[in-house]
Structures are given as structure tokens and as C-alpha cells.
Nanobody, 116 residues
Framework: QVQLVESGGGLVQPGGSLRLSCAAS????????TDWYRQAQGKQRELVAT???????NYADSVEGRFTISRDNAKNTVYLQMNDLKPEDTAVYYC??????????WGQGTQVTVSS
């Protein structure tokens, strides 16, 4: 089992930055990829960014060039650096740790609000 705790959300003005953290505990050796998702009110959850155990990254078109996913293996933590934030980035952000094709674990989410 893997436990995930997200942090770093908050209220920021348009154009501002935030860094989200996803701290993993438990059977972290089994994680082969970690994703950040977000879900805005009234909308479906969408994939924002992915980082694999090999360090390969991938981004949604809507955040490419503004968001950066990274990880610190020593801390078992994955980060999402978000720059040039826009009101449409407002959502609850979740991390997801994949351990097999069919099994993954979710964190509790952290709220990001972009507003002036």
C-alpha cells in the first residue's frame, strides 16, 4: 500500500506561482509513475502531468511551458511547480501513484484558487 499527502495549495493572483508537493509513504518502491490530476468544480478530473520512475515527464497541452513536474527520491516526494497561473487553473489538485496497470493510489487533494 501507498499513502499520499498533497500540500502547497492556496490562493494566488493571476500570473503568480505555487509549488505543490506529494509525499509518499509505504511501499514507495513499487511506484512506477506519479501523476498530477486536477478537477475544477462541475468538470471531469483531468490529467495535468506525469513523471515516471525513469524520470520521463509529460504534460497536458494546457499547462505545457508553465508547469514543471519533478521528484526527490530521497524524500519520496513529487512536486508540481506552477508558474504564470491563470484563473482556469483553479481546481482541486490530486496526485496519483501507479504501482501496476490496474492499481493506483490517490491523495486527498489540495485546493488551488487563482483569483484577483
Amino acid at each position: 500500500q501507498v499513502q499520499l499527502v498533497e500540500s502547497g495549495g492556496g490562493l494566488v493572483q493571476p500570473g503568480g506561482s505555487l509549488r505543490l508537493s506529494c509525499a509518499a509513504s509505504g511501499s514507495t518502491f513499487s511506484i512506477y509513475a506519479t501523476d498530477w490530476y486536477r478537477q475544477a468544480q462541475g468538470k471531469q478530473r483531468e490529467l495535468v502531468a506525469t513523471i515516471t520512475s525513469g524520470g520521463k515527464t509529460n504534460y497536458a497541452d494546457s499547462v505545457e511551458g508553465r508547469f514543471t513536474i519533478s521528484r526527490d527520491n530521497a524524500k519520496n516526494t513529487v512536486y508540481l511547480q506552477m508558474n504564470d497561473l491563470k484563473p482556469e487553473d483553479t481546481a482541486v489538485y490530486y496526485c496519483n501513484a501507479r504501482v501496476t496497470f490496474a492499481v493506483s493510489y490517490w491523495g486527498q487533494g489540495t485546493q488551488v484558487t487563482v483569483s484577483s
